[in-house]
């Protein structure tokens, strides 16, 4: 290359010129502090090559065959899901990245337990006056038993304890000592309120808001079980999203330490009925809730539930290639593309359309993931690092099957320098805005906003901080083994339209399409989006994997400590 020298043709197809070989610094980054200096990146020539051949058809071609009927919604652990693994594999395969699966194959075997609530399932409130609320299930609430038996009997006090958060840090504590041993506990779902950057992140919200955190820590406490009470503000997602979730077969890794013998949800309605029938107002509740000084408070009511569940121990498959770095040295650490393949699957007892396609989600996902090994595979030249290529499944089930990769890596995690996850990017248009949550609180982050700026992509905040999308997706798996991790994705910007035109896109998908059978492929979608997040990852994970030391979170950073231990 010579002088200025390379410009990507069509970058990103919103017809921009970029010349990323620029030999002085890029200046400010989209999104960096004003009058920062950020490193110019310089991709080799053969990087480049190998990035212009990142199409939006390519990338449609998957999307259109993993999310169609045939392949009957990638359910975990079903025949669409076990077909959607086999065409990733050969994939892979065909583009000549090596086995990184269990003994020389593209496929990890990830055991888990799958667990179906069954009719025969009694769910009821017993107030301490009144009658007792023998509850509908899907309608009123959703519940499964995470003990992984076949049957479950719980008649234990309900009590109240605000978010149920243990977070000395935030200096903050819902149970204020109280033993719950055996007792089923009443709690919200998202974390106190604040604007406090300094105190839950603010706006943002944290692993302590996430459902996942408050089973985990009931169950630590010694609980019997768990009534999240729904409200979709607090959610993110409305109720249709949970019962949806919550239907059917749940999946789950193999149960070890304490678990919950009820893990469940409540209507809105049901929890301001429950709380009025022990003269309490809910909305009062959830006020005081928001106090330091709260202190938990029994109903005077109990549930009484009869869990009946079929268990069915079966394995699905992680989808793991390799393509070798050519630094003899650090090929024997890597950068690690992810993106989750399965969805829901079909649920015969719904009416009408009752396949769960995830073209959304995730099908665009993969078709990236699939387009960037592509790329990877073909080009003339490789990076000095390892890359690897992870399809993982059981997503929609809790991230089960990142949580096994990251617990049962192809290489050591502190060996990996770098995870770019892949969800849900919807074929849209041209993205004059990229997402990249999480990747500020890492090393990396200088070159990402220098990246940003030569695709002349703004870095926008995330859209809906209060949805805590980063703990939400696979990269999450990653980072709890101390591997720097983020997901990336469009913003709300979209050429030819106002930023307003965005956020209605993506509150329409939210509130009518997300884990609805309605999110499905059309011929009409662009890709050419979807095309430009893969070009943006491309460059991102080849200077990852050229970069001399390996990337670390920042000093501080709740996952600095998991990183310390895999080194």
Not at 33 to 55: H, M, N, Q
Not at 127 to 153: C, F, H, I, W
Not at 178 to 207: C, H, I, W
Request: aromatic share 10%.
């Amino acid at each position: 290359m010579q002088g200025m020298a390379r410009i990507f043709s069509a970058c990103l197809l919103v017809c921009v010129s970029l010349p990323l070989l620029a030999e002085g610094g890029a200046g400010a980054g989209a999104g960096g502090s004003k009058g920062a200096r950020v490193p110019s990146v310089k991709l080799p020539g053969t990087a480049i090559v190998a990035l212009e051949t990142i199409t939006p058809d390519h990338i449609r071609w998957h999307v259109r065959y993993l999310s169609h009927d045939l392949l009957e919604g990638r359910g975990t652990g079903q025949r669409g899901g076990d077909i959607a693994a086999e065409y990733i594999a050969t994939q892979f395969a065909e583009y000549g990245l090596k086995p990184a699966g269990d003994h020389g194959t593209y496929m990890q075997k990830v055991p888990l337990v799958g667990i179906t609530t069954l009719p025969e399932t009694q769910f009821s409130l017993v107030p301490k006056r009144g009658e007792a609320m023998n509850l509908k299930p899907l309608d009123e609430y959703v519940a499964y038993d995470q003990t992984q038996q076949a049957q479950s009997d719980v008649d234990a006090d309900i009590v109240f304890v605000g978010y149920g958060i243990e977070a000395p840090e935030y200096g903050w504590d819902d149970y204020k000592g109280l033993d719950v041993r055996g007792k089923v506990l009443l709690m919200l779902v998202n974390e106190p309120q604040s604007d406090d950057p300094k105190f839950f992140k603010g706006k943002a919200l944290t692993y302590y808001g996430r459902w996942t955190y408050k089973y985990e820590e009931a169950a630590r406490k010694g609980a019997v079980g768990v009534l999240l009470v729904h409200q979709t503000q607090m959610a993110s997602y409305p109720w249709e999203v949970v019962r949806n979730s919550n239907s059917g077969e749940k999946s789950a890794l193999k149960v070890e330490g304490p678990a919950l013998k009820v893990a469940s949800w409540l209507h809105l309605d049901v929890a301001k009925h429950l709380a009025a029938a022990a003269g309490m107002n809910l909305d009062k509740m959830m006020q005081d809730a928001q106090s330091r000084d709260f202190h938990p408070v029994s109903l005077g009511a109990k549930l009484n539930a009869h869990m009946v569940s079929k268990v069915r121990n079966f394995e699905s498959n992680n989808v793991v290639a390799m393509l070798p770095g050519a630094d003899h040295a650090l090929s024997q650490e890597a950068v690690i593309y992810t993106a989750h393949y399965d969805h829901f699957g079909v649920r015969p007892e719904m009416p009408g359309d009752n396949i769960f396609n995830g073209a959304d989600d995730n099908a665009t996902g993969c078709g990236i993931l699939i387009e960037l090994a592509r790329a990877y595979g073909t080009a003339a030249q490789k990076p000095r690092r390892s890359i690897l290529f992870a399809a993982v499944t059981a997503e929609e089930q809790g991230l089960l099957g990142s949580e096994y990769l990251g617990k049962h890596p192809p290489i050591p995690a502190g060996k990996i320098t770098l995870d770019l996850n892949y969800d849900d990017v919807k074929p849209l248009g041209a993205p004059e805005e990229v997402e990249v949550s999480g990747a500020e609180r890492t090393s990396f982050y200088p070159a990402v906003e220098a990246l940003a700026k030569e695709f002349r992509l703004a870095i926008r905040p995330d859209a809906r901080p209060e949805a805590g999308h980063f703990y939400r997706s696979d990269h999450f798996s990653m980072a709890r083994v101390g591997i720097p991790s983020f997901s990336i994705n469009e913003g709300m910007k979209y050429k030819g339209h106002s930023e307003a035109w965005g956020m209605d896109q993506e509150r329409e998908y939210v509130e009518k399409h997300y884990h609805q059978p309605s999110d499905e492929y059309h011929p009409e979608m662009d890709f050419v989006g979807d095309s430009a997040m893969a070009r943006f990852g491309f460059a991102l994970g080849w200077e990852a994997a050229s970069l001399p030391k390996r990337i670390e979170w920042q000093k501080g950073d709740e996952f600095e400590a998991a990183r310390g231990k895999s080194q």
